[in-house]
């Protein structure tokens, strides 16, 4: 019989790119993780003993904790969460079963950024809403964005220590016929099925090949008038965020659905 407090990898996986995701906590010792550096989408690193360090850390959020094994730790640490009034559960089989599982992916941690502040053009459309989007729902939900002149982007990089993207010369930028949302699938190893099917539709959007995927012109309409909407860069983004939430579940749960009515 299951335990009333732990959640499996498909469970898990249908989760994670949702806006309501729950804080995923890998806790996995130093060693365990040095011999195998990979990280759940979405997760973060945390210490099984600071728990008065990670309980503000979660903002009230429900939790999913993630060891080796799924075994003493995350249930430990999971009991002791629920102990305090909060909602958590423990990864089932923890993270061996996670990597064994041939439907997830695995971030690897060398290509995370230092900092969690990224910096990029101002005035977005397309791909500097779509990044940010991947971003905040499959590598960092804490990840916050500048929007600034074209040409201060390498400079504020520089001096505010953030990384840029969707400019020449950024380690996330356009390559070829791919796009910058190409680019941050290839490094952080996020291709899925629903993932490289909204990749088709950013990039025909982005690029103007609407011929790549029928949806692309929509895309293209809605954030052009979404940039007409508001003046002000974060509060766009904010609301393109709705935008691609939106998108994933078509390109994960409804891309075969029509409407003749």
Known sequence: MPAPNEITTSQLNRLIGTPDCPAIVDICIDPDFADDPYLIPGSF?????????????????????????????????????RSEG???????????????DPATQRIPAAALPKTNLWVTRHRPKIDRIACPWLIRRFVDREARFLFVSPGEVAEVAERFDATPF?????????????????????????????LDRMA???????????????????LLALS????????????QLNAGLTFYDALYRWARDGFDEGHNA
């Open 45 to 81: 690193r945390h210490p099984h003993t600071d728990i008065p360090g990670l309980i503000p850390r979660l903002e009230g959020r429900s939790a999913i904790i993630a060891c080796q094994k799924g075994l003493k730790l995350s249930q430990g640490l999971t009991a002791w969460l």
């Open 86 to 100: 909060m909602r958590a559960e423990y990864l089932k089989g923890g993270i061996f079963a996670w990597r064994n």
């Open 166 to 194: 969707d400019v020449d010369g950024a380690p996330f930028a356009h390559r070829g016929e791919a796009c910058t949302f190409d680019a941050m699938l290839d490094a952080f190893a996020l291709h899925s099925d629903p």
């Open 200 to 218: 088709r539709v950013i990039r025909g959007a982005d690029t103007d090949r609407h011929d790549l995927a029928p949806q692309a012109a929509g």
């Open 224 to 235: 052009v008038g979404l940039s007409r909407q508001y003046k002000d860069d974060t509060a």
